[in-house]
């Protein structure tokens, strides 16, 4: 069978990319409408997080990056086939010369139209365990992206209840002020009232209303305060800026297990537990796994290559099957390097100081763990101390506002005794709110620097 067309023998590869589509189901999140306000909790907060939180996706997005870095590395063990064809027109053919008899004779050599095609495997059969180490490297790439998924997932954890405290913070802030406003208020009505009946005086009513005045913005204070917290959870839990969102729940006192426990334990605990530490030994793995690759570079190589291929030539494109000539080959390669300018030298040079350095480094992140301890744990005792001692101090400020204004409307107290009772009161409540804020806070920390900070923990 003759074909009257040119030859069409180009082997064709087609690609047909299959797309996963990873969904991440809104569990909680489920707004009809930006402009909804969203209820926030203590659990709700750190659920949204760990499905919308950017670093986290990056986290895992890492992890789906090491796995097709596996992949890739297998690939090496495996032989790798192509196919190739080429095409090639001589507009003019060349001219061999020979001499024969002592005569010179020339001749034109092969045809003007020449078609290649074929099939070529190569296998490598031996590369000095690079192959090999690439893929253990591969491995503990996978484990080593996996662990920092969950510092990642800790350190997102950490930040979003943080913002929760703070929301919560700034809210009882409010609730302080209001009261504040409150008490300020109900005071000047009285004076208004012994004023107006000629028991107090106008310098009284005076600072009774300047008192009202100074009260005002610290209420307004409090108001944009707690917004900016709400814009940092926000931020913190991977949201919108257009959704507008709430916090449900009080700061309230929970005392943890941990600060039962002596800071020598809680620090070999963290030593012993975090993932920063295991990070740590599986660089070294990787590390030593990199000197031997380097060291690699010296030892020789083999490889196995096989070759199957159909070739034409004619003076033109009018072919038969006929005309292609099958050839199959196969043969091994040795390559041994013998000078490569001190490159392979450098290479192990290289990957030894980045090993020597480790050992720095590991020295360096424990005494930081330690460090992290020991100040989450002294804190949260002083956190509780403070605790302790001012919710008394809060009752008696009570008390004491109470008897300075049921004396001041005997005539036995002054104004200035119901503004001091109502300042230490103001005082004392925020003073009990940063308190529980920072045992929280500093509880947190502690979880998370001895690594049992998780999602399903409570305060």
Same mark, same amino acid.
């Given at each position: ?8 023998s180009?082997f ?19 707004q ?67 001499s ?8 034109? %050599? ?6 290649? !095609?074929?099939? =070529? &495997? ?5 590369? #000095?365990?690079? +192959? ?46 209001r ?28 600072r ?12 307004? %204070? ?6 900016? !917290?709400?814009? =940092? &959870? ?5 949201? #919108?800026?257009? +959704? ?5 729940g009080?700061?309230?006192?929970t005392?943890t ?17 975090r ?12 590390q ?5 690759t380097?060291?690699?570079g ?36 040795l ?21 020597r ?33 001012q919710?008394?101090t ?6 004491s ?7 001041y409307r ?15 009161l ?15 806070v500093?509880g ?7 690594n ?8």
């Open positions: 069978m003759r074909l009257t067309t040119v030859l069409v180009f064709y590869i087609l690609v047909f990319p299959f797309t996963g589509y990873l969904v991440v189901p809104d569990s909680v999140f489920a009809s409408s930006s402009r909804d306000t969203l209820q926030v909790t203590f659990e709700t907060a750190q659920q949204i997080a760990l499905e919308r939180n950017p670093q986290l996706l990056s986290a895992e997005k890492d992890i789906q990056k090491a796995r097709a870095q596996i992949v890739k590395s297998r690939g090496n063990l495996l032989p790798d086939i192509s196919a190739y064809t080429n095409y090639s027109h001589n507009f003019e053919l060349p001219i061999f010369s020979i024969f008899g002592g005569q010179t004779q020339s001749f034109r %050599a092969g045809r003007f139209e020449n078609i290649t !095609s074929g099939i =070529q &495997l190569q296998q490598p059969l031996y590369t #000095g365990g690079s +192959i090999w180490s690439g893929l253990r490297m591969a491995v503990r790439g996978e484990d080593l992206a996996a662990n920092q998924a969950k510092v990642v997932k800790q350190q997102v954890l950490l930040q979003v209840r943080q913002s929760f405290y703070n929301a919560l913070y700034t809210k009882q802030l409010i609730q302080v002020a009261e504040a406003l409150n008490n300020v208020q109900r005071n000047l009505d009285q004076v208004q009232k012994q004023h107006d009946a000629g028991t107090a005086s106008g310098f009284d009513l005076l009774a209303q300047v008192q009202v005045a100074n009260t005002k913005p610290e209420l307004i %204070a409090a108001q944009h305060r707690h917004e900016q !917290s709400l814009t =940092q &959870l926000r931020t913190a839990i991977g949201l #919108g800026k257009d +959704i507008p969102i709430q916090v449900a009080e700061l309230d006192y005392p297990p941990l600060e039962n426990q002596s800071l020598q334990d809680l620090q070999n605990e963290a030593l012993e537990a993932p920063e530490i295991q990070n740590m030994h599986l660089q070294r793995q990787i030593n796994i990199s000197v031997h380097a060291v690699a010296y030892l020789p190589k083999v490889s196995l290559s096989s070759n199957l291929q159909f070739q034409a030539q004619q003076d033109n494109l009018d072919l038969t099957r006929q005309d292609f000539i099958r050839s199959i080959s196969a043969g091994l390669t390559s041994i390097p013998l000078f490569t300018g001190g490159t392979n030298y450098g290479q192990v040079q290289q990957a030894k100081i980045e090993l350095k480790l050992d720095d480094q590991e020295q360096q992140l424990e005494n930081g763990i330690a460090a992290e301890v020991e100040s989450a744990y002294y804190s949260l005792l002083d956190a509780k101390e403070k605790i302790d001692s919710s008394q809060i009752q008696q400020a009570h008390e506002l109470r008897l300075a204004e049921l004396n005997e005539g036995t107290a002054t104004q200035l005794d119901i503004l001091n009772a109502q300042l230490a103001q005082q004392a409540q925020t003073n009990y709110s940063q308190y529980l804020l920072q045992y929280n500093a947190d920390q502690l979880r998370k620097a001895v049992q900070l998780t999602f399903e923990d409570q305060n």
